[in-house]
């Protein structure tokens, strides 16, 4: 199957909250579907960043990280704040903040996130192609920097170029599949060639990740796959979404029961480093698996 083939592969829309000017009606979407990917990655993520900030010899609250499909900086909510992803979709569907106004909203937001950092948060950059959404999640101090480019279709603008280049860790949850190694190879080109990011993904079974660890190797990366475990991202909205799922991993020759066949998608998780790194300290052991 071809990157072009698995891009978006039966996968429901939810274009029509995804770019809003705010987030209240898309966590009103996913909330009944059970989504919790972000939380399920925030673990992992909290120590892949204290595991690179010993590694880079480097402070944590100075470790940037680049967010890829952030949407409206759901993840950077997680790493940067003392906050669950039940919180955020209280807050979202508090029936105080239905009648506000975009902007007031924002205004309302600021303060809130503020009151909720955590002394060493991560520096996070975003991308995404939905402009709307990085400008809110930067507009609230979620994103120290967001960028609204399609790296499927362009090179990176030279602001992004000349931002990412300096990150420790590149993370995606869930974007895998529409996204492809076209955005690593373009996100990998802005490094020198001497020091490399670390390559976090969190990838839906039914999309294959050797295309994109190929990529990576080409950049002096070794992939890993957490071995023995996977993590629920959402449950699917339709049986015709179910279907396309199961017949998606299937394909793959992995088995489905206790997972897709319960009705969750589920995720891989898949780390890239430098060989060194690889060997010094192996994915089970760095995340105490």
């Known amino acids: 199957m071809t990157a072009e083939e698995v891009v978006g592969q039966g996968k429901a829309g ?6 809003r000017a705010d987030p209240r009606e898309y966590f009103k ?42 949407s409206y900086g759901v993840n950077a909510a997680l790493l940067r704040c003392r ?22 909203l924002v205004s309302a937001d600021l303060p809130f996130y503020a009151d909720h950092l955590r002394p060493d948060a991560p520096r996070i950059l975003g991308l995404d192609t939905a402009d709307r959404a990085i400008a809110y999640a930067c507009r609230v101090g ?38 492809t190694e076209r955005t690593f190879e373009r996100l990998l080109g802005t490094f020198p060639t001497d020091r490399k990011p670390w390559v976090a993904s969190f990838v839906l079974r039914m999309f294959p990740y050797d295309r994109i660890a190929e990529t ?18 959402r449950r699917f909205e339709s049986e015709d ?13 992995i088995d489905t029961s206790g997972k897709e066949e319960d009705g969750w998608y589920h995720c891989d998780f ?14 089970q052991d760095l995340l105490g698996s």
């Open 14 to 19: 939810f274009d029509h909250v995804y770019n």
């Open 142 to 179: 979620l994103l120290d920097a967001g960028w609204g480019e399609d790296l499927e279709a362009d090179e990176p603008s030279e602001a992004l170029a000349k931002e990412v280049g300096n990150v420790a860790m590149i993370t995606v949850t869930g974007g895998v599949g529409y996204i």
């Open 29 to 70: 979407a996913i909330r009944p579907l059970g989504y919790e990917i972000p939380q399920n990655a925030h673990a992992v993520f909290d120590a892949l960043l204290t595991a690179r900030g010993d590694t880079a010899s480097t402070p944590r609250g100075t470790t940037s990280v680049l967010d890829v499909c952030c």
């Open 241 to 253: 979404e179910q279907r396309s799922a199961l017949r998606g991993v299937r394909a793959r020759g």
């Open 83 to 104: 906050l669950t992803l039940e919180d955020l979709f209280d807050r979202y569907g508090d029936s105080s903040l239905a009648g506000l106004t975009s902007e007031e």
């Open 270 to 283: 898949y780390l890239s480093r430098p060989q060194a790194e690889v060997e010094s300290l192996p994915l």
């Open 216 to 233: 990576l190797a080409g950049h002096g990366l070794v992939t890993e796959q957490l071995a023995g475990t996977t993590f629920p991202q």
